[in-house]
Nanobody, 122 residues
Framework: QVQLVESGGGLVQPGGSLRLSCVVS????????MTWLRQAPGKGLEWVAG????????EYVASVKGRFTISRNNAANTLYLQMNNLKPEDSAVYYC???????????????RGQGTQVTVSS
């Protein structure tokens, strides 16, 4: 049974930082590319960032480039998203996901966690 469990969300002021974590079980984590997705109220699911199986390469949606960093610890089966200089428009439920067919630039997922809420507000 594949499980992805996110944590680290919360309420933060604009300009603040949060670090999201996602612990993955039930699959060989280090053999798969991974992504972070988000969904704001009333909006569709948006791809935020993706990384390859080794974590050497990463890509980001333009709106977070330079502020967010995706990383992974394959020994700990954990995916991270460091979010700095947060803006109100970053408020959303954030999901970690195993993308379908290994496409780490896509919002199409095969397995996804339950999500963690990030709210950026003063």
């Amino acid at each position: 049974q594949v499980q992805l469990v996110e944590s680290g969300g919360g309420l933060v002021q604009p300009g603040g930082s949060l670090r999201l974590s996602c612990v993955v079980s039930g699959l060989t984590f280090g053999q798969y590319a991974m992504t972070w997705l988000r969904q704001a109220p009333g909006k569709g699911l948006e791809w935020v960032a993706g990384t390859n199986m080794g974590g050497e390469s990463a890509e980001y949606v333009a709106s977070v480039k330079g502020r967010f960093t995706i990383s992974r610890n394959n020994a700990a089966n954990t995916l991270y998203l460091q979010m700095n200089n947060l803006k109100p428009e970053d408020s959303a439920v954030y999901y970690c996901a195993k993308p379908r067919r290994g496409d780490w630039g896509s919002s199409i997922w095969e397995y996804r966690g339950q999500g963690t809420q990030v709210t950026v507000s003063s």
